[in-house]
């Protein structure tokens, strides 16, 4: 169960689309453009509260959590 965790800003979310941008923090892996389908298997929280895609906004910073294995992103957002 190898998981991966890096920052990233929304660019732009389009329906169930997300577009972000890694942080220069991150591991060289994790810089650049990244586009996410969020699916019903998609976690998405706040503070360890479930919320909506809809309650995210492109310029914020977010940190994104996958299992390898699985491939599946849990979003998280956080506070910089």
């Known amino acids: ?4 965790t890096f ?5 732009e979310i389009d329906g ?5 941008s890694g942080l220069k ?3 060289v892996n994790y810089r650049g453009e990244f586009q996410f389908q969020v699916t019903a298997d998609t976690e998405i929280e706040w503070h360890h509260t479930d919320i909506a ?13 996958f299992q390898e294995d699985i ?7 956080y506070r910089a």
């Open 71 to 77: 491939r599946k992103a849990i979003l998280y957002t």
């Open 1 to 4: 169960n190898d998981s991966a």
């Open 7 to 11: 920052y990233a800003v929304i660019r």
């Open 53 to 65: 895609l809809t309650d995210l906004m492109p310029g914020q910073n977010i940190s994104v959590s």
């Open 25 to 27: 923090e991150n591991d």
């Open 16 to 20: 169930n689309s997300m577009l972000v």
